[in-house]
């Protein structure tokens, strides 16, 4: 167990907030294979303030995914300030207000806004400054290395954060400029626990679980945040709570498992957003469970141009050949 400030954690596994991916639905999904804190979906200061309503359903949370942080984007204080004034007001069910200032996409960074910041880390001082100030909730932030490879600026970045009284820091260690590309630099990041105050979450590239001890052990970080490498592979996270918890090496989910875990997550997000638009959203999703697994290639094809219903993904998975499972065993769970 570790502390956000007055908030506990349990467990060492954080999912990142996704745009388009953690909804209220998987966040619900996730969260009984060990994440130990959860996310919104990183949500426009301005869209709250001008009351954009498709903004305000990202503040959906529940008891279930707690502790869970609502997570703010904006380039400007006065903003960023508003938001959190309109957020205290609405009497909301969560526990962290979280920053971003590290989304490296141009349609953020061009207003200012996510890892734009890492170019003006004394405005961001101020910034953060008010944001703890107005906040009534332990404050976090996740940012990257930097701006690009010739302004590594990270120790800069912390030391504002830590004086401005943020709770957490959360690192994904690339800089802006490579988005999600080439490698993240861990080793940039050695013992970086030891020279900071707060909390230290680290992230990038976690797909295994042999990734996850990796950054820990460089880092000597608190947690270790998991993206797109959970995104249809949520046994991930039980496997790197167990082997931190035990030294136990989990294997991989079966493919029996993981059609149980689709349909599962499916339901879900049908109940909350609808037949249709769940749908139209697990055509970008439902694929992932099935990475790994020999012979996929046509149910992945059919997963995206042929399903329309929530009847369709189940026919599609119900069609799935026995000789793709490994095991007799596996067959007769089906």
Not at 11 to 36: I, S
Not at 228 to 233: D, K
Not at 254 to 278: C, D, M, P, R, W
Request: net charge positive; proline share 4%.
């Amino acid at each position: 167990m570790w502390k956000i400030g007055s908030v506990k954690v349990q467990g060492r596994v954080v999912l990142a907030p996704m745009a388009g991916y953690t909804n209220l639905a998987y966040r619900e999904f996730m969260k009984p294979f060990g994440v130990a804190l959860t996310y919104t979906e990183m949500i426009s200061d301005c869209g709250l303030v001008y009351k954009n309503q498709e903004t305000y359903r990202y503040l959906a949370t529940s008891e279930k995914e707690r502790p869970i942080g609502i997570q703010l984007f904006g380039g400007r204080t006065s903003t960023l300030v508003k938001a959190i004034e309109i957020i205290e007001s609405m009497h909301l069910t969560y526990d962290l207000l979280d920053i971003n200032l590290g989304c490296p996409m141009p349609k953020v960074t061009k207003t200012g806004a996510g890892s734009a910041w890492l170019k003006r880390p004394e405005e961001l001082y101020e910034t953060m400054k008010a944001v703890v100030t107005a906040s009534s909730k332990p404050v976090t932030a996740k940012i990257r290395i930097g701006w690009d490879s010739t302004s590594i600026n990270v120790m800069e970045v912390i030391a504002a954060l830590e004086k401005a009284g943020v709770s957490m820091i959360a690192v994904h260690a690339r800089t802006t400029k490579q988005i999600y590309s080439g490698k993240p630099n861990y080793e940039l990041l050695k013992n970086l626990r030891d020279k900071m105050s707060v909390p230290l979450v680290i992230s990038g590239d976690i797909f295994t679980l042999d990734d996850a001890i990796n950054a820990l052990e460089i880092t000597k970080a608190e947690a270790v945040m998991v993206a797109r490498g959970a995104l249809g592979n949520p046994w991930l996270v039980t496997q790197i709570n167990e082997y931190l918890k035990t030294g136990v090496r989990l294997p991989d989910a079966t493919l029996v498992e993981q059609i149980g875990y689709l349909k599962s997550f499916a339901l879900k997000l049908v109940a909350l957003k609808g037949e249709n638009l769940a749908i139209r959203e697990l055509k970008g999703i439902a694929t992932h469970f099935l990475i790994g697994f020999p012979g996929m290639k046509p149910v992945k094809v059919a997963l995206t141009t042929k399903m329309t219903t929530l009847r369709d993904l189940y026919a599609i998975l119900d069609e799935i050949p026995k000789t793709a499972f490994t095991t007799n065993n596996e067959v007769n769970k089906l």
